[in-house]
């Protein structure tokens, strides 16, 4: 990132509107640069809450739908217990400043952000709400017309359902589950590895066996396999689990 770059982001990470005004005035091109922590100027006003800094940023047009899988260190992380939401899943999850206001708790930020929103921008959110077991939130955004079944574009399968099962959220699961949520949706991973995984899959690796009922109650295919010929029961053979196992065979798997 060039130096003007590098600029504009601390300027909108320091709260110095006349400097981020006078920089991007000169260098329009620097209006979506990241810094090290792979977040936009866009992304800390919406971070710290800083509304005359966002407001000026999106009427210069800045890309809303960029996002970040980092946290920013600067003290003041949603990982605070006392200042902010969410917990460490929701860290590494991909994030824009949509999201990164409401998890930070800067809720006039986040309203105004939601204003105009498009269906992208409150997907992204619905997907960390759903790793992060945030049922509110969820619930405001599916109101808001968020498929349940969203996915982020067209060359991914990782749907709210896959998330909050990967990361235990039961009731996030069940809300989802009402709401539509198809439980028979695959979801492939780390570049081949559990291609086509089904949310019960999940389940029953992760240990998950609520959740594994409850995939089952709502028409989970029980002997759905991936691409490698796994099925629910083979994992939970592996894993020597006799409890797992007769649940399963009680519920068909073959």
Same mark, same amino acid.
């Given at each position: 990132?060039?130096?003007?770059?590098?600029?504009?982001?601390?300027?909108?990470?320091?709260?110095?509107?006349?400097?981020?005004?006078?920089?991007?005035?000169?260098?329009? *091109?620097?209006?979506?640069?990241?810094?090290?922590?792979?977040?936009?100027?866009?992304?800390?006003?919406?971070?710290?809450?800083?509304?005359?800094?966002?407001?000026?940023?999106?009427?210069?047009?800045?890309?809303?739908?960029?996002?970040?899988?980092?946290?920013?260190?600067?003290?003041?992380?949603?990982?605070?217990?006392?200042?902010?939401?969410?917990?460490?899943?929701?860290?590494?999850?991909?994030?824009?400043?949509?999201?990164?206001?409401?998890?930070?708790?800067?809720?006039?930020?986040?309203?105004?952000?939601?204003?105009?929103?498009?269906?992208?921008?409150?997907?992204?959110?619905?997907?960390?709400?759903?790793?992060?077991?945030?049922?509110?939130?969820?619930?405001?955004?599916?109101?808001?017309?968020?498929?349940?079944?969203?996915?982020?574009?067209?060359?991914? *399968?990782?749907?709210?359902?896959?998330?909050?099962?990967?990361?235990?959220?039961?009731?996030?699961?069940?809300?989802?589950?009402?709401?539509?949520?198809?439980?028979?949706?695959?979801?492939?991973?780390?570049?081949?590895?559990?291609?086509?995984?089904?949310?019960?899959?999940?389940?029953?690796?992760?240990?998950?066996?609520?959740?594994? *009922?409850?995939?089952?109650?709502?028409?989970?295919?029980?002997?759905?396999?991936?691409?490698?010929?796994?099925?629910?029961?083979?994992?939970?053979?592996?894993?020597?689990?006799?409890?797992?196992?007769?649940?399963?065979?009680?519920?068909?798997?073959?």
């Amino acid at each position: 990132m060039s130096l003007d770059g590098t600029d504009f982001v601390m300027a909108a990470r320091d709260s110095t509107l006349p400097r981020v005004r006078s920089i991007l005035d000169r260098h329009p *091109d620097v209006l979506n640069a990241r810094d090290a922590y792979d977040m936009t100027a866009l992304m800390w006003s919406a971070f710290r809450g800083e509304m005359p800094t966002l407001e000026f940023l999106l009427s210069r047009g800045a890309d809303r739908h960029c996002t970040t899988q980092n946290a920013p260190r600067d003290g003041t992380t949603w990982q605070t217990p006392d200042s902010a939401r969410g917990h460490a899943a929701t860290a590494l999850a991909p994030k824009n400043a949509l999201c990164l206001a409401y998890l930070s708790v800067h809720m006039s930020a986040y309203r105004r952000l939601q204003q105009d929103a498009a269906l992208g921008e409150m997907g992204t959110a619905l997907l960390v709400a759903a790793i992060d077991g945030d049922t509110e939130w969820a619930r405001e955004l599916l109101g808001r017309g968020v498929p349940a079944d969203f996915a982020a574009d067209a060359e991914s *399968d990782k749907t709210p359902l896959v998330c909050a099962v990967i990361n235990g959220r039961i009731e996030m699961a069940e809300l989802l589950l009402a709401r539509g949520a198809k439980p028979n949706q695959a979801y492939s991973w780390t570049a081949g590895k559990r291609d086509g995984w089904t949310p019960l899959l999940w389940a029953v690796d992760g240990g998950h066996d609520t959740l594994a *009922d409850m995939l089952v109650a709502a028409g989970g295919d029980v002997n759905a396999a991936d691409a490698a010929g796994t099925t629910a029961l083979k994992l939970a053979t592996l894993q020597g689990h006799a409890g797992r196992i007769e649940r399963l065979k009680r519920a068909g798997a073959k």
